[in-house]
């Protein structure tokens, strides 16, 4: 069965700083990685996807993530954080069309 | 990209009543939709798939007598909160298969 561990309820880094958000998956069969983030009172933003091919994948405002099969491992990076940044992170993984999401983390922005 | 409705965005009722909410695919058909539940400062958790023309599929732990289901058309799934209690309150956001899938807005229901 697929599911996803996300490491870290709350992160804080100083804007400016590098952003990274850990997330593993376990998976019977070859998965599909995504990572969404969600705003206060909002609902979901796709960030970033991994489905095939290229490993290193680039989403928008500037995040990417990198598909580790060694080490079964989908983390999140940004190099340089800004206050827009501050947001509820979900780490997910599909099964059957559904998508499985991680706990979650929280991301803190320190000015 | 593909576009997913949520009507109403908030909902303020009273313990015992009942509450629809609508997920309108606005560009695009979908035969299946799924309902999440996000509590506050908690993941969102699968409750059920949609399937139109036939019975919703309930994920284990959900009360399908609770939580009807009725997806209608190939563009609408709707969500009706029976006998609403305030440990119903939470955030209630569908969303259609695509490649990341298409996720409403979410609503807000809060029940006193």
């Known amino acids: 069965a697929q599911s996803v561990t996300q490491l870290g309820s709350h992160v804080s880094v100083s804007e400016g700083a590098l952003v990274l958000l850990r997330c593993n998956y376990s998976s019977s069969v070859p998965p599909y990685l995504f990572w969404y983030v969600q705003y206060p009172n909002q609902g979901l933003q796709l960030l970033l996807k991994y489905t095939t091919g290229a490993t290193l994948v680039k989403g928008i405002n500037g995040f990417e993530a990198e598909f580790k099969k060694s080490e079964t491992s989908f983390h999140l990076t940004k190099p340089s954080a800004h206050m827009s940044d501050a947001a509820e992170y979900f780490c997910?993984?599909?099964?059957?069309?559904?998508?499985?999401f991680g706990k979650g983390t929280r991301l803190h922005i320190l000015p | 990209g593909a576009v997913v409705s949520q009507h109403p965005s908030w909902v303020i009722c009273k313990s015992g009543t009942s509450v629809k909410i609508e997920c309108r695919s606005l560009d695009f058909q979908a035969t299946t939709m799924f309902w999440y539940r996000q509590f506050p400062k908690q993941s969102l958790m699968l409750m059920a798939t949609s399937n139109e023309g036939s019975k919703a599929t309930y994920e284990q732990g959900v009360e399908k007598d609770k939580f009807l289901i009725n997806h209608a058309s190939l563009t609408l799934s709707t969500l009706t909160v029976t006998s609403a209690h305030p440990e119903d309150s939470s955030f209630y956001i569908c969303?259609?298969?695509?490649?990341?899938?298409?996720f409403g807005p979410g609503t807000r229901l809060l029940v006193l």
């Open positions: 997910a993984v599909t099964l059957d069309d559904k998508i499985i």
């Open positions: 969303s259609a298969p695509g490649g990341a899938q298409y």
